[in-house]
């Protein structure tokens, strides 16, 4: 093994094994109040992660897809202020992803059917290993059109993309490079 260690000169160094153990945060913890309701949830989403032959930006190959579309054709997730919405993010990929929900903390309540039975599992980015199903939720309380997509940003300039939108709400950017934005 090897490793870099980081300080000013003279600063000692001691070697520190990897820990055996890896952190659960499914388990950890002391379960309490979520401060919102998922078993009466206004919407229901599945947020599936594959991966199909296709074309981005006219070229082929073996591109993401989120419920079986390629970006930018993947279709929005739309919400009304106030709702309580769940979500089934469902990795079948063969990479993990690292899911961002811009505007929005989410909450874990299962991970492969298992509920969560720690301390709230609250969240920005979640993990999602190949194979993986994680069910998470969220209070819809912050009006906009949020981007949805993969951290590894590589992903989601290959489109590992999908936004959540409010209805009534509306913006005059445009998808794609003919928007003249790059924001990767
Ligand atoms: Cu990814």
Do not use: Q
């Not at 945060?25 to 949830?41: E, I, Q």
């Not at 994680?134 to 992903?155: K, Q, R, S, T």
Request: charged fraction near 15%.
């Amino acid at each position: 093994a090897s490793a870099v260690v980081v300080g000013p000169d003279g600063a000692a160094s001691s070697a520190t094994a990897r820990p055996t153990a890896t952190l659960d945060l499914l388990t950890y913890g002391t379960p309490a109040p979520l401060g919102l309701d998922p078993g009466a949830a206004d919407r229901s989403f599945d947020y599936v992660i594959g991966r199909a032959p296709g074309f981005l930006d006219g070229k082929p190959g073996m591109h993401w897809t989120v419920n079986g579309h390629t970006y930018p054709d993947v279709p929005m997730f739309e919400v009304a202020e106030g709702d309580v919405v769940r979500m089934r993010i469902d990795n079948r990929s063969g990479a993990p992803h690292p899911m961002h929900l811009h505007g929005h903390h989410v909450v874990v309540l299962s991970r492969d059917g298992v509920a969560a039975s720690g301390s709230p599992w609250w969240t920005d980015s979640l993990e999602v290993a190949d194979g993986e199903v994680y069910e998470v939720a969220f209070l819809a309380d912050n009006p906009g059109i949020w981007m949805d997509h993969c951290h590894n940003l590589p992903h989601a300039t290959e489109g590992l993309v999908a936004h959540l939108m409010y209805a009534g709400v509306t913006t005059p950017y445009l998808l794609g490079h003919d928007s003249g934005n790059v924001p990767e």
